[in-house]
């Protein structure tokens, strides 16, 4: 059994050991509140970041008005582009359809010209050699010609030419064993463009 002493001195260690207990648990709440505080950080982290995220949104919307801008300068600068291209197009056929109309117009008169013309050349074919009257009449003739010829007026060639049916009007056809064969052996009426445009087609005779 143990003495007086050694009872004495467990109950003083038993002591000394629930003191210490209890200022661990004194100091635990302590502790407790650290980590309280350690959790509440990340929250006010997350505060920071969503006024960080704010402070930088009306950056990312002005972006957005920039590029808007932008978009609608290259809408309009596209549609300007287009109204110009059909401006142009607009113009070329307008000028296109006047320079038709100025050509129908001018072939139709040239057109009613041309009996007065081959009117001309007949009247020269039976005048007499060294009449005084025949020769300024065949001055007259060549200033028409030459006045016709300035407008654009040409004589389209046929005698010992190929026949051609864009030019040509075939109103014979004979056999001819001199001139080879669909070769224009004899013209009856002359023909004429205007510009380039048929007025009238020679009436001829074709080998066969």
Do not use: C
């Not at 704010?54 to 808007?68: C, I, L, N, Q, T």
């Not at 009257?133 to 060549?142: R, V």
């Amino acid at each position: 059994m143990k003495n007086t002493s050694e009872v004495q001195e467990d109950t003083e260690q038993v002591v000394s050991e629930n003191e210490t207990a209890t200022e661990v648990q004194e100091e635990s709440p302590e502790a407790t509140a650290g980590e309280e505080t350690a959790d509440e950080v990340p929250e006010g982290n997350e505060a920071a970041e969503e006024k960080t995220e704010e402070k930088a949104k009306p950056s990312f919307f002005g972006k957005k008005k920039k590029d808007k801008k932008d978009q609608q300068i290259e809408e309009l600068t596209d549609r300007l582009k287009r109204s110009m291209a059909e401006f142009d197009n607009f113009r070329k056929r307008t000028e296109k359809e006047k320079s038709s109309m100025y050509i129908v117009g001018a072939k139709e008169i040239i057109e009613n010209m041309l009996p007065v013309v081959d009117n001309f050349e007949r009247g020269l074919a039976q005048a007499p050699e060294g009449d005084a009257f025949a020769e300024g009449m065949q001055m007259i003739y060549k200033q028409l010609m030459t006045t016709l010829e300035g407008l654009g007026v040409e004589v389209i060639e046929a005698v010992g030419k190929e026949f051609d049916p864009d030019f040509h009007n075939a109103v014979m056809h004979v056999e001819d064993e001199e001139a080879s064969e669909n070769i224009i052996v004899e013209e009856f009426q002359k023909g004429y463009t205007y510009k380039g445009v048929v007025v009238r087609h020679s009436m001829v005779k074709v080998a066969n």
